[in-house]
């Protein structure tokens, strides 16, 4: 069984501060990790995708991946009302079907 | 940008009828997938569709559920039988290339089962 874990949170944040999210997975033969942003009654929508060890950065948003770890997170810097969602941590194996977390509330407090 | 599109927005039905859930994957894209969120749980995995043929499925994907690609834009999930707890909110997503690339998702449809 194929399983990916999140704290549910809720997180909270106070604006401009760094939001850091969590996510570990089980099969240590997955290869493409993803955080997705859902806001309540929406559809998932890619934030980042990360697929190496290390740190990958865009805007405002990094990816960490550790595979030794099985742990992949994502911080979020100067945090804005707006970035206020459920962030869902995707994981791929070899084949199609994404494997997802339960996803962690952010509220970030103007 | 390109978008996946899904009809209906919600879709009420009776239990024991069928019902057809359509999506208009991005036009580029090969790799089209369906999935469910029912209320308050993560998103589940359902199926998988590459080159007119499924290529995973999971456990919840039994007989009562298939897909079809009827023409060359339409991806479309049918529920033969529908149970109460089918009530879900159902995602269609697709890819450009082979597995582990991001999906794209589109805005969903609510199935509402009485």
């Known amino acids: 069984q194929k399983e990916v874990e999140q704290n549910s949170g809720p997180l909270s944040v106070p604006e401009g501060a760094i939001a850091s999210l969590n996510c570990t997975y089980s099969d240590r033969g997955s290869q493409s990790f993803f955080w997705y942003r859902q806001y309540s009654g929406k559809s998932p929508e890619l934030i980042m995708s990360i697929y190496s060890n290390g740190d990958k950065e865009d805007g405002r948003f990094t990816a960490q991946l550790n595979k030794a770890s099985q742990y992949v997170s994502l911080l979020i810097r100067d945090s804005q009302p707006s970035d206020s969602a459920t962030y869902l941590c995707a994981v791929s194996h070899t084949g199609n079907q994404f494997y997802f977390g339960t996803g962690t509330s952010l509220t970030v407090i103007p | 940008e390109p978008e996946v599109t899904q009809t209906p927005s919600h879709q009420v039905t009776q239990m024991g009828q069928e019902v057809i859930l359509h999506c208009v994957p991005i036009?580029?894209?090969?790799?089209f997938y369906w999935y469910r969120q029912i209320l308050g749980q993560k998103v589940e995995f359902l199926v998988s569709?590459?080159?007119?043929?499924?290529?995973?499925k999971s456990e919840i994907f039994d007989d009562q559920f298939s897909v079809e690609r009827p023409d060359g834009s339409n991806f479309t999930l049918k529920i033969r039988s529908t149970k109460l707890e089918d009530s879900a909110m159902y995602f269609c997503?697709?890819?450009?290339?082979?597995?582990?690339?991001?999906?794209?998702f589109g805005d969903g449809t609510r199935l509402s089962i009485l």
């Open positions: 997503a697709s890819s450009d290339k082979n597995s582990n690339q991001p999906q794209h």
């Open positions: 036009s580029n894209h090969l790799y």
């Open positions: 569709f590459y080159n007119n043929e499924i290529s995973e």
